[in-house]
Structure formats: structure tokens, C-alpha cells
């Protein structure tokens, strides 16, 4: 049976994604939603805690947030380091505090929210995509695969949710490192 973690500001991706999960054979634990802030210096203390006492997890699914609320600019400094922050802070606490519960042959699924389409925001995606592809390196000794969904695979938060969903299921268990949706430039 599985148990999967969903880690990540309130969104419709988180929903959708909760609400697909709920729908399959197993158990959804939100954490930290109201914890995570992406504008927000992180409260690592706080995220800490909602993962401690969690215990054994099959799956975790980080959702990050470009909110893109206070900046000005898509060039502004302001604006490229709220975009970072909203992409990787997320994404790296989950896997800081959420990968060491993930159990041998387990998945975890970085993914993001739509959000705005500017070269910060798209810079910001770049560093999750970085991510997910150095943490399946780095969990693989675990046999923990790890993916990424890509923003721009679909707008439709209801896609995204079936995508996390066949990725941190069985049926994905041979599928580790991909980056489902964009691709790079080069391999299109």
C-alpha cells in the first residue's frame, strides 16, 4: 500500500494532485502547506517539525510556487530572486526534510505550479529541473527514483496530477531522472 507525502504551498496543482492521489489505492499526507511561504524567508524549524513524526512515506511529491506577487519587472533583481526562492527553496526543503522518509523503491516528484512565463521564472524552472536530475544521482544508491514534471507539459493542473500520479506509482518504477513535459532544446 502506498503512502505518499505531498509537500508545497496551497495551490490548484496541490489540490488536483492531492485529489488525483486520493482517488488510487493508498494513503495522502499533506505537509506543511500552511508552513510554506515561497515569498517568505523559509521557516526551516517549522517544515522540520511537519515532516518529523511522519514515518515511513512510499512517495513524495514537492510542489513549488513562482507567485510572482511583489516584484516588478521581469528583470528586476527582486523579481529573479522571488522566482528562485519560490522554485528551489520549496523543492530542496522537501528533499532536505521529506527524501530520508521515502523507503527503498520509492519516488519522489518535483513539480511546478504554472505561473508567470518571464526569463526569471523560466531561469527559476531550470534549477528545478537541475535538481531533480542531481537528487535522482543522489537517491538512486536507495533505489529512490526521482522525476520532474514540467510546468509548461500541460497549463491544466488535472494533467500534471495524472503525471505525478503514474509517477510515483508502480507502473513508473523503471522511469528515474526524466523531466516529463519540456525536454531539452537539444532533444527536440
Excluded: K, Y
Amino acid at each position: 500500500m502506498s503512502r505518499i507525502a505531498v509537500f508545497g504551498p496551497a495551490s490548484e496543482l496541490t489540490e488536483a494532485i492531492i485529489d488525483c492521489l486520493s482517488r488510487q489505492d493508498g494513503q495522502v499526507v499533506r505537509v506543511a502547506t500552511a508552513a510554506v511561504n515561497p515569498l517568505a524567508p523559509a521557516n526551516e524549524d517549522a517544515i522540520a517539525a511537519a515532516f518529523d513524526g511522519l514515518g515511513a512515506i512510499t512517495g513524495l511529491v514537492c510542489v513549488t510556487l513562482d507567485p510572482r506577487s511583489t516584484a516588478t519587472g521581469p528583470l528586476s533583481w527582486a523579481r529573479w530572486t522571488e522566482a528562485s526562492r519560490g522554485i528551489a527553496t520549496i523543492a530542496l526543503l522537501g528533499l532536505r526534510h521529506g527524501g530520508p522518509l521515502v523507503q527503498p523503491g520509492g519516488a519522489i516528484v518535483l513539480v511546478a505550479a504554472p505561473g508567470p512565463s518571464d526569463p526569471a521564472s523560466e531561469a527559476a524552472h531550470g534549477i528545478l529541473l537541475g535538481l531533480s536530475r542531481g537528487a535522482s544521482g543522489g537517491f538512486a544508491a536507495r533505489g529512490i527514483r526521482v522525476n520532474r514534471v514540467a510546468t509548461d507539459f500541460t497549463r491544466n493542473a488535472a494533467d500534471q496530477a495524472e503525471a505525478v500520479a503514474f509517477l510515483v506509482s508502480d507502473a513508473a518504477r523503471f522511469v528515474t531522472g526524466a523531466d516529463i513535459g519540456r525536454g531539452r532544446q537539444e532533444e527536440r
